[in-house]
């Protein structure tokens, strides 16, 4: 199982950026599956990202595309969002997940086995 520890939320105004970083240890995490997840006071956890290590595509939720970015650095063992144009609506603890052990479900939570603990990211309008 590989560790994560996501940093970089924080409380930021609407329509500014944001960067989060996911480092993963115990396995390099060029070799797995990677993807961000929030969730939002009162909310069930919602898919925000993902990215396939073999093919490098990127996949996001039609809330944030456009405007979210995910990559990663292999020599650091990272993994970023990029959040531009910050909403009010993006509020909540956003974590990061690794090992998907369902591809082809990557946008279920259920489809994960690592996760971090989760950083807050709160934007205020």
């Known amino acids: 199982q590989v560790q994560l520890a996501e940093s970089g939320g924080g409380m930021v105004q609407a329509g500014d950026p944001l960067r989060l970083s996911c480092a993963a240890s115990?396995?390099?995490?060029?070799?797995?599956?990677m993807a961000w997840f929030r969730r939002a006071p009162g909310k069930e956890r919602e898919f925000v990202s993902a990215?396939?290590?073999?093919?490098?595509?990127?996949y996001y939720s039609g809330s944030v595309k456009g405007r979210f970015t995910i990559f990663r650095d292999n020599a650091k063992n990272t993994v970023y969002l990029q959040m531009n144009n910050l909403k009010a609506e993006d509020t909540a603890i956003y974590y990061c997940?690794?090992?998907?052990?369902?591809?082809?479900?990557?946008?279920?939570?259920?489809?994960?086995?690592?996760w971090g603990q989760g950083t807050q990211v709160t934007v205020s309008s």
């Open positions: 990215m396939d290590p073999i093919s490098s595509s990127t």
């Open positions: 997940a690794a090992q998907a052990t369902n591809w082809n479900n990557y946008q279920s939570p259920l489809a994960w086995y690592s």
């Open positions: 115990g396995r390099t995490a060029s070799t797995y599956e």
